[in-house]
Nanobody, 127 residues
């Protein structure tokens, strides 16, 4: 069973940073495309950053470019979303997802196609 668990959310002031973690069990994250998504009440879930299993294909939402990045810790079977220069409009529930190891991440970040989703972690950016 593919399971993902996010952690690291919380309250941060504008301009601050947070690092979200996504830990996997039941499968090796290295063999899957990985995506981070976010959702606010009343809006559709948005693909923020997706990366292929080979790290050759990436997608960044315009809102994430230059501020967000993803990294992997293979030993811990965990991926991280580093978020810098946070803004109030970044406030959302953030989800990680694992998808098929396709050479493109557009199906994942563009359409939310994934095999497994975490339960989400709340990020609130406020002074």
């Amino acid at each position: 069973q593919l399971q993902l668990v996010e952690s690291g959310g919380g309250l941060v002031q504008p301009g601050g940073s947070l690092r979200l973690s996504c830990s996997a069990s039941g499968f090796n994250l290295n063999y899957y495309n990985i995506g981070w998504f976010r959702q606010v009440p009343g809006k559709e879930r948005e693909g923020v950053l997706c990366i292929s299993s080979t790290d050759r294909a990436t997608y960044y939402a315009d809102s994430a470019k230059g501020r967000f990045s993803m990294s992997r810790d293979n030993a811990k079977n965990t991926v991280y979303l580093q978020m810098n220069s946070l803004k109030p409009e970044d406030t959302a529930v953030y989800y990680c997802a694992a998808g098929r190891p396709l050479p493109t991440v557009q199906p994942m970040c563009g359409s939310g196609q994934a095999l497994s989703w975490g339960h989400g972690t709340q990020v609130t950016v406020s002074s």
